[in-house]
């Protein structure tokens, strides 16, 4: 067990750009979660995958934001156009199936839009 | 909907000193979940805890203390005899099956200083 593993550490991007991150969760996990965490808040939830199937998505996924998980292993979350308010720590988290299996974090992306 | 209330912003304490974070939690669906999480420095949200809606029987493991009050939606932290590496954020958070939705909702958070 390897533990959730994000990349990159730190994106700094203009506006505009374009930017994708990538996380790897535990092998052994069916669920994959990424999560937004601006400063001096908690993570909030946007978007789930069983697998491969992408379950869930939160309101507060826009439609510049895309998130994918081929083959059921690794996930990649691309934010088109960026915009300033996109700028926060972008959390990844796997689990096993079950509404009590704790979610197990990586260390996250650091998104800065300048 | 589901609403995760930390109304400590901050706590300061003296290294041994007990301190309790507080955690509100709202939610109508039955079966639900409750978990803490710690946020150190380094950033990574290291998961403490789980509680089942179903199971009120407190917790302890080590210094750390779990008291789950369903009566008033609760679910308070205590560290007994703090150490400066208890000194981190921690979350609060709520988890929900209904519709088959598994997303958590996390409080604020708590930042905990301890000062040696």
């Known amino acids: 067990d390897t533990g959730v593993s994000q990349n990159p550490r730190h994106k700094i991007t203009k506006r505009g750009q374009n930017v994708t991150f990538r996380c790897d969760p535990i092998?052994?996990?069916?669920?994959l979660y990424w999560y937004r965490q601006t400063l001096g808040q908690g993570p909030e939830f946007l978007t789930y995958?069983?697998?491969?199937?992408?379950?869930?998505k939160s309101r507060l996924l826009s439609d510049r934001f895309s998130a994918e998980r081929p083959k059921g292993s690794f996930s990649t979350l691309e934010i088109q156009r960026t915009e300033q308010g996109d700028s926060a720590m972008y959390l990844c988290a796997s689990s096993q199936v079950g509404g009590d299996s704790p979610l197990h974090f990586g260390n996250g992306t650091r998104l800065t839009v300048t | 909907a589901q609403k995760v209330t930390q109304a400590q912003t901050e706590i300061s304490v003296v290294e041994k000193e007990d301190v309790t974070l507080d955690c509100v939690y709202e939610?109508?669906?039955?079966?639900?979940?409750l978990f803490w999480y710690k946020q150190p420095p380094s950033g990574e949200l290291v998961f403490l805890i789980r509680?089942?809606?179903?199971?009120?029987q407190n917790e302890i493991s080590g210094r750390y203390s779990w008291n789950f009050q369903k009566s008033t939606s609760s679910f308070n932290f205590t560290i007994t005899a703090s150490q400066v590496v208890d000194s981190a954020v921690y979350f609060c958070?709520?988890?929900?099956?209904?519709?088959?939705?598994?997303?958590?909702?996390f409080g604020k958070g708590t930042k905990l200083s301890v000062i040696p």
């Open positions: 939610t109508r669906d039955t079966t639900y979940y």
């Open positions: 958070a709520l988890g929900t099956s209904g519709a088959g939705s598994y997303q958590l909702t």
């Open positions: 509680r089942n809606s179903f199971d009120e």
């Open positions: 092998s052994e996990h069916n669920r």
């Open positions: 995958f069983q697998n491969e199937a992408q379950l869930e």
